[in-house]
Nanobody, 127 residues
Framework: QVHLVESGGGLVQAGGSLTLSCEFSGYKFTSYAMAWFRQAPGKEREFVAVISWTGNNAYYANSAKGRFTISRDNDKDTVYLQMHSLKPEDTAVYYC????????????????????WGQGTQVTVSS
C-alpha cells in the first residue's frame, strides 16, 4: 500500500516560516506527481501546490505564489513545502497527496485527481 506521512507543522508568528515534509513509501516515488492541499476550519480542502515527477515543473495556487515553494528529493522519497511570510489565513491542516497516473500537472488539479493521501499536519499562524 502507498503510505504518506506529513511532518513539520506547528505554531508560528505571522511573517515567520515553516517547512513541511512528506515521506512516501509503498511504490516508486519517482513515478508520482506530488501535491500539497490544505483545509482551514469551516472551509473546503483547497489546492496549494503540485510538482512533477522530475521536479522540473511546479504550479501554485494564487494564495501561495511567491511565498511557498514545493520541492522534492527523489533520493529521500520526500516532498517539501517551504512556507515564508506566513499569514493567519494560512492556518489549516496541510495534506500531501500523490498519484502515478497524472499525465500533466496544472493548477486545475483537485482532490479526485490524487489517489494517495497523508493524514495531515496542523499549521497555525498567530497574528
Amino acid at each position: 500500500q502507498v503510505h504518506l506521512v506529513e511532518s513539520g507543522g506547528g505554531l508560528v508568528q505571522a511573517g515567520g516560516s515553516l517547512t513541511l515534509s512528506c515521506e512516501f513509501s509503498g511504490y516508486k516515488f519517482t513515478s508520482y506527481a506530488m501535491a500539497w492541499f490544505r483545509q482551514a476550519p469551516g472551509k473546503e480542502r483547497e489546492f496549494v501546490a503540485v510538482i512533477s515527477w522530475t521536479g522540473n515543473n511546479a504550479y501554485y495556487a494564487n494564495s501561495a505564489k511567491g511565498r511557498f515553494t514545493i520541492s522534492r528529493d527523489n533520493d529521500k522519497d520526500t516532498v517539501y513545502l517551504q512556507m515564508h511570510s506566513l499569514k493567519p489565513e494560512d492556518t489549516a491542516v496541510y495534506y500531501c497527496a500523490g498519484d502515478s497516473n497524472i499525465v500533466g500537472i496544472s493548477t486545475a488539479l483537485a482532490e479526485p485527481d490524487f489517489g494517495s493521501w497523508g493524514q495531515g499536519t496542523q499549521v497555525t499562524v498567530s497574528s
